[in-house]
């Protein structure tokens, strides 16, 4: 249902936008009004899912970790992340509907680079729905177990800076084979997570490339 809310949000814009131009909403056939409404449909889901990626995941992602303690920061990030990949899988595979319905790239005159796109988007919108319902929720589950450890020894509470929690955390693994273990599986689980993420973002930088090639400024 949030996947479906998220991605109706700039579907209805774009559509919105095209029925009160007055091309849209007074004159263009209805072929070229439906162009122009899928054309906005695309350019928004993948500019939402390109800005969400980079903002709650690398910058937002990176002050939570420099300004919150690590428990409140695990926390905080096992509400935004899920929230993060959802919308950038729904948009960015809107976007992959929209550009294949533009394109049609499976046709035989359809352009490498055009086909080669449409796999870009499809392969990032599969890696963010990877990441929201297979490798996010893993890693927040071992989150919880490794932050359960930590309590237990009297780590990670608050006030403790996650530079001064990681190194804590370090020194008390050397010599609590449980909480050693909780890192073990909590980084196998993280590295997954974070892979997927840098691909998908690789991706959308890709596209943003093939985008600007096309501009005409």
């Known amino acids: ?16 936008i095209a029925l009160f131009t007055p ?26 899912s390109w800005g969400a990626t980079v903002w709650a995941v690398f910058i937002g992602g990176i002050i939570m970790f420099l300004n919150l303690p690590r428990h409140m920061m695990g926390s905080l990030r096992g509400k935004v992340f899920p929230a993060c990949f959802a919308l950038t899988a729904a948009c960015t595979a809107a976007s ?33 729905l990877a990441n929201l319902l297979v490798f996010t929720p893993r890693t927040l589950e071992v989150v919880r177990e490794r932050h359960k450890v930590e309590r237990g020894l ?8 996650s530079f001064d ?29 974070v892979l997927a993420t840098a691909s998908s973002a690789a991706g959308l930088a890709a596209h943003s ?9």
């Open 1 to 16: 249902m949030f996947l479906l809310a998220v991605s109706a949000v700039p579907l209805l814009a774009a559509a919105g």
């Open 23 to 48: 091309e849209g909403l007074f004159g263009g056939s209805p072929p070229a009004t439906t162009t122009m409404v899928v054309k906005l449909a695309y350019l928004l889901c993948f500019a939402t």
């Open 96 to 128: 992959a509907a929209a550009f294949a319905w533009l394109h049609l790239p499976w046709r035989a005159a359809a352009s490498p680079a055009e086909r080669r796109q449409l796999v870009v988007l499809a392969a990032a919108a599969a890696l963010d």
């Open 154 to 161: 009297g780590l990670g509470g608050v006030g403790v800076g």
């Open 165 to 193: 929690g990681m190194r804590s955390n370090a020194r008390a693994a050397e010599t609590c084979a449980a909480l050693a273990t909780a890192n073990r599986r909590f980084w196998t689980a993280h590295a997954l997570s």
């Open 209 to 217: 490339c093939y985008l600007a090639a096309k501009l005409a400024l």
